[in-house]
């Protein structure tokens, strides 16, 4: 009896952190445009979708060729990364650039707009019905054992999750990119006077949140089996939540917000009830927002008066 | 070296520079005063490429820089010290100084510039690793302009860097201006509203009124000027 219990526990864990991740994978690309330009871009989540499409297409493509299945998850995720950060960028240039002197309330009214407009388009282009998404994740022989606490999909997420968090945060700690970056972020007026092109940093946080989320919708599509045109607007959304919870803005934030989010859906609907997983989530954000609105690792910025 | 022709720059509908005209020749130490609001700061914001003029020319070593982006004019070794410092506050005291260096590819004098500047300023070397934001005033002033110099600016444009220091400190800023002119000859433009220090420093400088230049002359000069005395000197 203790002895499934803690089994039980261990699942619950996992899977939760299995979904943080992907969580966790999306919110980057939220709080790093968040950083750079204040703005939260609520076309991220179809960004996300778009690459969960894209490497649907190439991988029924390929496999028809019959590629060996390493193969086609390199290429379909390859493919996926290029296609999401070429809309990421295009994003930027139509939706926000225009939009930069502009009150905040514009560039936010333009990224709904922008994510309606993508959603339809895939709709328009695809089809509304959920589509079969064949699993790129090869199965595990030494894994088979342990299949009731862990299969290879949700170990295979977690290293890749993890693998890709480390090197986006090497490269922002350690790159000159990185380091420009993150002077933009705090200083946009003296990044140009050090001589950082603010436009191209800008352009280049779209891309790298973009292949996030492009990696991040092939892992998912793999797992769960299947997609349609709105798999990115509720994915957006809790990548969002996560990404307030662990304080906007911070990188290691959305990384624990991603994780803390995964962990509360995964035990609230383990222990308490199936029903509820999008009402634990959203509860912990309006929890946090009424007694940290700074989030967990966020910084309360002053207003300047 | 830098020479400015009628320029004129507005921030919306406002006019904050009427045909402001002035030079600076390779080698020298000129300096800008005037009141609050002046104009002073938009000058040289308008030299950096941050706030373009609307119209007239901005002559760099004889090349019109008034198009050009900020980074572009950066890379021209043109530099620029703001009002208030803008240290990068997250980033520790050798990453805002590799900031400075953007630029640059020569690796090896980087880190000779870096050598030199701890020298210069021994407690940026003791704070290396800490966050510019948690500097004094004076330290993060001898930062920001350690930060210009790791640009090797062949002109440095310096924004009020005796603002909110103490006396000693301010005397202290003003006397590695006038050795950074002397050691590697960077020429160099002082926007102050301290000016009995930044004439006594300068070999000519400007008085600018809402606007419009309305004097020039050798820095004795205007510290003798009756006019200037009594505006700007407090006397």
Redesign the interface.
């Known amino acids: 009896m203790e002895h499934e219990n803690i089994k039980y526990f261990l699942e619950l864990f996992l899977s939760g952190l299995t979904k943080g991740s992907i969580y966790a994978l999306i919110a980057l690309g939220y709080t790093m445009v968040y950083g750079i330009i204040e703005i939260i871009n609520f076309a991220h989540g179809e960004i996300y979708m778009i690459g969960a499409f894209t490497a649907l297409i190439v991988s029924s493509v390929l496999t028809m060729f019959g590629f060996p299945m390493i193969a086609i998850l390199i290429l379909a995720t390859g493919t996926a990364i290029i296609y999401s950060s070429a809309y990421g960028y295009t994003i930027e240039k139509i939706a926000y650039k225009p939009l930069r002197q502009a009150p905040r309330l514009s560039p936010l009214i333009s990224a709904i707009g922008m994510s309606i407009f993508l959603q339809n388009y895939v709709l328009l282009a695809q089809t509304e019905n959920f589509m079969k998404f064949n699993s790129l994740i090869p199965e595990f022989e030494w894994l088979k054992p342990y299949k009731e606490i862990i299969g290879t999909e949700e170990l295979i997420i977690i290293i890749i999750s993890a693998i890709v968090m480390i090197a986006l945060t090497l490269i922002v700690k350690y790159t000159r990119l990185g380091k420009a970056m993150r002077a933009t972020a705090q200083d946009r007026m003296m990044a140009r006077l050090v001589g950082v092109s603010v436009n191209k940093i800008i352009s280049f946080t779209f891309i790298i949140g973009s292949a996030l989320a492009a990696i991040g919708g092939v892992l998912i599509a793999s797992y769960i089996g299947q997609i349609n045109y709105y798999i990115g607007f509720i994915a957006g959304l809790k990548a969002f939540t996560a990404a307030v919870l662990g304080g906007i803005g911070s990188i290691p934030g959305a990384v624990l917000g991603g994780l803390v989010l995964g962990w509360t859906e995964s035990f609230g609907t383990g222990y308490i009830s199936s029903d509820y997983e999008d009402v634990f989530a959203f509860s912990l954000l309006v929890l946090i927002l009424i007694f940290r609105p700074e989030g967990i690792l966020g910084r309360s910025t002053s207003q300047k008066v | 070296m830098l020479k400015l022709k009628n320029i004129n720059t507005y921030y919306g509908n406002i006019q904050a520079l009427k045909d402001v005209s002035l030079e600076i020749k390779e080698g020298e130490i000129i300096t800008l005063i005037g009141a609050n609001g002046a104009g002073k700061t938009t000058t040289l914001m308008s030299i950096?490429g941050?706030v373009p003029p609307k119209s007239g020319e901005v002559l760099f070593m004889g090349k019109p820089i008034n198009d050009m982006?900020?980074?572009k004019i950066?890379?021209m070794g043109l530099?620029?010290v703001?009002e208030g410092r803008?240290i990068?506050?997250?980033?520790t005291v050798t990453?805002n100084l590799?900031?400075?260096a953007?630029?640059r590819k020569d690796k090896a004098n980087i880190s000779k510039d870096l050598n030199y500047i701890f020298d210069l300023f021994p407690i940026l070397n003791e704070r290396r690793n800490q966050p510019g934001g948690t500097l004094s005033g004076g330290e993060q002033q001898m930062l920001a302009i350690s930060?210009a110099l790791m640009?090797r600016p062949k002109l440095l444009l310096l924004d009020e860097p005796s603002l909110g220091l103490a006396p000693i400190i301010i005397r202290q800023i003003f006397e590695i201006i006038k050795k950074i002119n002397k050691d590697s000859g960077t020429t160099v433009f002082l926007v102050e509203q301290n000016a009995n220090l930044a004439l006594k420093a300068a070999d000519r400088g400007y008085v600018m009124e809402n606007g419009r230049i309305t004097m020039t002359d050798t820095g004795e000069n205007l510290l003798s000027n009756e006019d200037v005395k009594n505006a700007y000197l407090g006397m």
Do not use: N
């Open positions: 950096s941050i982006t900020s980074e950066v890379s530099c620029q703001p803008h990068f506050p997250h980033l990453e590799d900031m400075g953007f630029l930060r640009a």
